[in-house]
């Protein structure tokens, strides 16, 4: 599968970003070209675009379909009420339907998406496609509370230095011990276990990190895991995010 997003500045002037039908239609030909392909699988909006009407955004998508130019569409970084006007004009005005969402989803970063998100999408067959599936490295054990990350990349995981947070790396790091595996193997597989998760988007830096990645997609833990992971990691109990 082909995908790629659209909104974020690629160029300067007119319609250097945004998801007005000028910029969307540029920026689709760019991502054909180096790509190297006829057709995007999968175009995502980036993040909302308040300055735009959402139907305009639509119809910018509909061309684009018509002239076989993208399959389908989806977004990404949208909340509810944003995922609601898209899908409600899209509904209304007869223009292309979202089929997936891109979101922030891990097991130290469960609050946005459980809310109120996974039910829209499932009650609208929405798929979802969480990203930073490993908390930017956080649930793979590099770090620890003694050891904590020090680095300018390392600046994103912060935010997971909660109490909580640092509870769930060790409940993942002891059932990785247990099944001899490592710890971003768990991590995936709890993600691949909940029921409003379609795929996780993954990456990776060595061939290393790519094999403990698809472990995981091969990993079924067992209830008492997932219920120790689920507990561990409950943002219901009051603590920080």
Same mark, same amino acid.
């Given at each position: 599968?082909?995908?790629? %997003?659209?909104?974020?500045?690629?160029?300067?002037?007119?319609?250097?970003?945004?998801?007005?039908?000028?910029?969307?239609?540029? /920026?689709?030909?760019?991502?054909?070209?180096?790509?190297?392909?006829?057709?995007?699988?999968?175009?995502?909006?980036?993040?909302?675009?308040?300055?735009?009407?959402? *139907?305009?955004?639509?119809?910018?998508?509909? %061309?684009?379909?018509?002239?076989?130019?993208?399959?389908?569409?989806?977004?990404?970084?949208?909340?509810?009420?944003?995922?609601?006007? +898209?899908?409600?004009?899209?509904?209304?005005?007869?223009?292309?339907?979202?089929?997936?969402?891109?979101?922030?989803?891990?097991?130290?970063?469960?609050? *946005?998406?459980?809310?109120?998100?996974?039910?829209?999408?499932?009650?609208? *067959?929405?798929?979802?496609?969480?990203?930073?599936?490993?908390?930017?490295?956080?649930?793979?054990?590099?770090?620890?509370?003694?050891?904590?990350?020090?680095?300018?990349?390392?600046?994103?995981? %912060?935010?997971?230095?909660?109490?909580?947070?640092?509870?769930?790396?060790?409940?993942?790091?002891?059932?990785?011990?247990?099944?001899?595996? /490592?710890?971003?193997?768990?991590?995936?597989?709890?993600?691949?276990?909940?029921?409003? +998760?379609? /795929?996780?988007?993954?990456?990776?830096?060595?061939?290393?990190?790519?094999?403990?990645?698809? *472990?995981?997609?091969?990993?079924?833990?067992?209830?008492?895991?997932?219920? %120790?992971?689920?507990?561990?990691?409950?943002?219901?109990?009051?603590?920080?995010?």
């Amino acid at each position: 599968v082909i995908a790629t %997003k659209v909104r974020g500045e690629m160029w300067q002037g007119k319609d250097g970003q945004g998801l007005g039908a000028g910029h969307m239609t540029r /920026a689709c030909e760019d991502s054909l070209r180096r790509l190297q392909v006829e057709t995007i699988d999968l175009y995502q909006c980036h993040w909302p675009d308040e300055k735009t009407p959402v *139907e305009e955004t639509l119809q910018a998508f509909e %061309k684009l379909i018509a002239d076989g130019k993208v399959r389908t569409i989806g977004v990404s970084n949208y909340g509810v009420r944003e995922l609601r006007d +898209v899908l409600g004009v899209a509904k209304t005005s007869g223009l292309p339907r979202i089929v997936s969402i891109q979101m922030h989803y891990n097991l130290v970063w469960r609050q *946005e998406f459980e809310d109120a998100l996974a039910a829209e999408c499932r009650e609208n *067959e929405i798929a979802a496609l969480p990203y930073s599936p490993l908390a930017a490295g956080f649930l793979t054990g590099k770090y620890t509370p003694v050891r904590a990350a020090k680095s300018k990349r390392a600046s994103g995981v %912060k935010k997971y230095y909660t109490d909580r947070g640092w509870r769930t790396v060790e409940a993942v790091r002891a059932i990785a011990s247990e099944l001899g595996v /490592a710890e971003a193997s768990v991590a995936i597989a709890w993600l691949l276990a909940r029921e409003d +998760v379609t /795929a996780p988007i993954v990456g990776a830096n060595s061939v290393e990190q790519l094999a403990a990645v698809l *472990e995981g997609q091969h990993l079924v833990l067992s209830n008492d895991h997932l219920a %120790k992971l689920d507990m561990v990691s409950d943002w219901r109990t009051g603590e920080e995010h």
